[in-house]
């Protein structure tokens, strides 16, 4: 969990870099490409299902896909501004002098960190439907989550 909110805290930071960007969502995406195992280790068979409290285990495995969740979408959102700010300012640049061959190439560039923000959002969106459903069919039983998804 700390690991999450520190890399959540420094995601806008490292925004300028598009590599260590990627690589830091990637970090973050790590829990969601383990969560048939997370899974599969609160959820017992049922031969120990007396003994382990399911709706407890998949309640608090949801709240924390929420947080998760809820945090890596307000760094890349922030970042998805920035990034529009950014090519504000150099398209406004560009506008002031036509010839300036620096501020076109920083507005191009702008322009792709903008359009990478904006598909890391539509990533997240994909990775988090895969979760929940995930979620869903293996907690259905247990617990039902307060929004539903979409299965």
């Not at 709240?63 to 406004?92: F, N, P, S």
């Not at 507005?107 to 997240?124: F, G, T, W, Y």
């Amino acid at each position: 969990m700390y690991r999450i909110l520190y890399i959540l805290k420094y995601l806008v930071i490292i925004f300028s870099n598009a590599v260590y960007f990627q690589e830091a969502l990637k970090r973050l995406r790590v829990d969601d490409d383990k969560i048939i195992y997370q899974l599969n280790e609160i959820i017992p068979t049922p031969s120990f299902s007396g003994k382990v409290n399911t709706t407890e285990q998949c309640k608090s495995l949801y709240e924390r896909m929420m947080r998760t969740y809820d945090g890596r979408e307000k760094a890349i959102q922030h970042c998805v501004i920035k990034a529009r700010e950014e090519v504000e300012h150099w398209r406004k640049c560009r506008l002031e002098n036509r010839d300036d061959v620096e501020a076109e190439n920083m507005l191009r560039k702008s322009q792709h960190k903008l359009r990478l923000m904006q598909r890391e959002l539509d990533i997240d969106k994909v990775v988090k439907d895969r979760s929940y459903k995930i979620f869903y069919e293996r907690c259905r039983n247990a617990y039902t989550p307060p929004h539903r998804p979409v299965v």
